[in-house]
């Protein structure tokens, strides 16, 4: 079964307790998105943030880093308990490098691309980390329109994975919803995080359990 990850992004941040709370008795993880205004035009938040999630959660914590020189950050978000820390292939000097500072740090590897870059730059790496993020919309901000070419490189990551015999597991991120969350699970995606339409529902829960259960 398709695990879903919400994204606290668009939490309601003056109850975010609640929405904490959500998560732990409904989803698999809490996916945080750190968004650093340079690398895409939008602030999100931090540490504190992160820690606040983290000394509530009962769920693993997924973080999507956005920001340029990921690896000034890899130390502070193990020791604030992040469990899996992904990074954007276009702001890495030397993925390798970022992978191993990761797995030295106790957490689980993941690599993001956006929507144009192609599939294949992340082929090298599929052996060495835990998961790809695949974004279905260009990273930056909650609330955009899902990008139907999503299928294809799903599809397309995950023929790949099986070929090479790997474990690496494909997250997808950015527009997703009751409505392409089954179409999604059967291109083959292992993680679905979903933002808007989890917090922007009148009951989160059954949206999320919506998306589990392939249901539309
Ligand atoms: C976009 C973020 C996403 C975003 C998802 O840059 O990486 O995680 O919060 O939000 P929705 O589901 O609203 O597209
Ligand atoms: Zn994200």
Known sequence: MVK????????????????????NANADLFHLDIMDGTFVPNISYGFPVVEAVARAATLPMDAHLMIVHPEKYVERFAKAGVRMLSFHYEAAG??????????????VPGIAVNPDVPVEVLFP???????MVLMSVFAGFGGQKFIETTYGRVKELRAEILRQGAECTIEVDGGVSPANSKALEEAGADILVAGSAVFRAADPAAVIRAMK????
């Open 4 to 23: 879903i990850a919400p994204s606290m992004l668009s939490a309601d941040f003056l109850h975010l307790g609640r929405d904490v709370e959500t998560v």
């Open 94 to 107: 030397n993925p390798l490098d970022i992978i191993s500072l990761i797995r030295d740090n106790g957490m």
């Open 125 to 131: 790496y599929i052996g060495e980390c835990g998961y």
């Open 213 to 216: 259960s392939g249901l539309s």
